[in-house]
């Protein structure tokens, strides 16, 4: 009779177990649950690993644009003249030739707006890592590690990416220049030597 109440005793225990929603033997590994109920046995298994890495190439530019003017002044070749002609003295009969050259140069300034718009370009490279999380559940009758049949595999893969830090590698400026209209301003200077002074009068 002692033992029949001992074994009475242990039997209830176990039932108590099967029928709380889990049961014997769980497993404890990392990324693995189980789940007991209704007789059927429920495994989920979680694997994780880094499927690849790569580099991430982006790039921006930043504008900027200024405004000035200039001028350009270009002289042309000197042009001489020279004037001969007979000179009379204002009280007596007298005469000289006289010779008068004249020398003349013309300045053209012309002046534009010049525009230039310089672009920089910057290249930047980003670390990113894809990790590929791989879900497995699958049922068997019957408690945790036994024998039971099998009922179903479902596998479920997700890939996610974690981007890194981005670190700029390279900038390059380009400049483009364009110029507005031109406005041309003439100016000419003469100077005439005479050599009046040095021509005597022939009496």
């Keep these: 009779m002692i033992v029949l109440s001992l074994m009475l005793t242990t039997g209830f225990a176990s039932g108590a177990m099967a029928s709380n929603g889990k049961g014997v033997g769980l497993a404890d590994a990392p990324g693995q649950s189980e789940n007991f109920s209704k007789g059927v046995t429920t495994l989920v298994d ?23 003017t200039v001028s350009e002044s270009v002289d042309s070749e ?33 002046t534009w707006e010049e525009t230039a718009t310089v672009t920089t370009h910057y290249f930047y490279e980003t670390p990113v890592t894809f990790t590929e999380t791989t879900t497995t559940t699958s ?16 596998s479920v893969t997700d890939t996610t990416s974690v981007a890194g830090e981005k670190v700029l590698v390279d900038s390059q400026d380009s400049t483009d220049v364009t110029t507005g209209d031109v406005t041309e301003t003439t100016t000419t200077v003469s100077n005439t030597v005479s050599n009046k002074d040095d021509v005597k009068w022939n009496k």
């Design 46 to 68: 979680v694997d994780e690993k880094v499927s690849y890495e790569t580099i991430e190439e982006t790039s921006s530019a930043v504008t900027s644009v200024t405004t000035k």
């Design 78 to 110: 000197p042009i001489v003249i020279v004037n001969t002609y007979e000179e009379k003295h204002q009280k007596h009969d007298w005469y000289r030739t006289v010779t008068e050259t004249t020398t003349s140069i013309t300045t053209t300034v012309s």
């Design 139 to 154: 049922t068997h009758r019957g408690a945790p590690g036994s024998n039971g049949k099998q009922l179903g595999e479902v």
